[in-house]
């Protein structure tokens, strides 16, 4: 069972020495630029307040400056990615500034928001980072979608036509926003299309982001995740958390590596090798590996992800 951070505790390592269960909901916001996702972001804060949760948030913008920051009141923790991207190729940067939001004031559920250039899928690896197999109950992606855009989205260039897509086909649950802008014909025609570009995700057809907190609530792309199962519900993806027992040769965990399907897409964590004191970082990804030093005690875990992690085995 989910248990949230305990009222008495300060943070989450004070909750973990009192032995609280805690998995922090974590809900990622996803749309292309101008869609009303920090309009959103906006409504859920007062929501979620409403509720006697606590929130916090992380903010990634491609700029060097965020604007959109500004916007979140100071009572609630905050962390930003700026002049940059929080999907894979900043990850690390990002489990850094989710792990210093974990280190602080006590928090309840926890709102990502992605800048309009990310694709969503990617800017969930930081979520799923071993640090955090334990921590975070990744909830979904809800995708603010324009709608009067998406009735002009064949005069984009390819390349962004292909994100605004896939923002919307990898959502849990589709914000169908501006819908004020559209005639009842647009309108039916829009929820037509977009239904059939994802027909698993729930619609909600919104104007200036309004949709109840309770709607997402109701994701659940990642049931409950034990501590070896992270469903990707999108993508047909899941991801398997490997904790290691013991310390492993090197060249025998490469010759695991190399020996699994093509359906392995990405692995990421800290191994422990014969030898060594501290595990070693380890990223595998498009059949390439990097190993490097770490200087500090690490979890011991690797996440598989993949058509079928849970059938790789252990190395």
Known sequence: MRVLFSSICVNWNECKEKGCTILVDVYLISGFLGSGKTTLLKRLLMQVKEQGLKPAVFMNEVGALNIDSQEVEDDVPMKE??????????????????????AGPAFDVLIIETTGAAH???????????????????KGIVTVAD???WTARNTMSPQIRSLFLEQIRHADLLLANKMDLLSESEQAQVIFEMQSLNPKARIVQTVQSKVGFAELQKLTASEKRQSESLPLSKLNLKA???TFTAPVKRERFEEWVKSLPDDVYRIKGYVPLEGNKYPHAFQYAYGMIQWLPEYMKMPPQ????????????RP
């Open 81 to 102: 990615l700026l002049d940059g991207c929080i999907c894979c190729t900043g990850s690390e940067k990002s489990e850094a500034q989710i792990q210093t939001l974990l």
């Open 120 to 138: 969503p899928v990617e800017a969930m690896e930081a979520i799923f980072s071993p640090l955090f197999a334990e921590k975070l109950n990744f």
């Open 147 to 149: 709608s009067k855009r």
């Open 240 to 242: 398997e958390v490997i």
């Open 302 to 313: 690797i996440v598989v992800i993949g058509e079928h992690p849970e059938q790789v085995g």
